[in-house]
C-alpha cells in the first residue's frame, strides 16, 4: 500500500516565545502564520514551508488520498507512523493548511474542497 507524507504547521516554543514577546497585534509571523493556517492557498503554503513552519509529522499508509484525510482524522491511530519532529508534538488531526506528499513527492495542501497542488 501506499505511503503518504504529512506535514503540518506549527510553531515552536521559541516562536511563541518571540510572538508572545512582540504580542500577536505586533507580530508579522502571527499575521502570516494565523492567515496562512485560516485561509491557505498555493503561494502561502510555499512561503510556510520555505520558513520552516511545517515539518514532516508522520507517514500515513493508505490506497489513496482521500484515505490519509480519513485516516488521519478518524479512530486509527495505529495506522499512523508519527514521527519525532521540531515541534516535540505529534500530528493532530489532519485540516486545512496541512500538507500531504503523495507517492511521486508532489506535496497538495488540504483546502476548504479538497485538495490542491502546492
Excluded: C
Amino acid at each position: 500500500m501506499p505511503k503518504y507524507k504529512v506535514y503540518q504547521m506549527k510553531l515552536t516554543n521559541e516562536q511563541v516565545d518571540e510572538i508572545n514577546e512582540q504580542g500577536a497585534e505586533n507580530s508579522s509571523l502571527w499575521k502570516f502564520y494565523s492567515d496562512a493556517n485560516m485561509f491557505p492557498d498555493g503561494d502561502k503554503v510555499q512561503n510556510a514551508l520555505r520558513m520552516g513552519l511545517y515539518d514532516h509529522m508522520a507517514n500515513i499508509e493508505a490506497p489513496n488520498m482521500d484515505q490519509v484525510v480519513h485516516i488521519g482524522n478518524g479512530e486509527h491511530d495505529d495506522e499512523i507512523e508519527h514521527l519525532e519532529n521540531k515541534f516535540g508534538r505529534k500530528m493532530h488531526t489532519i485540516t486545512i493548511g496541512d500538507v500531504v506528499e503523495d507517492t511521486d513527492g508532489v506535496k497538495w495542501f488540504v483546502n476548504f474542497g479538497g485538495y490542491e497542488k502546492v
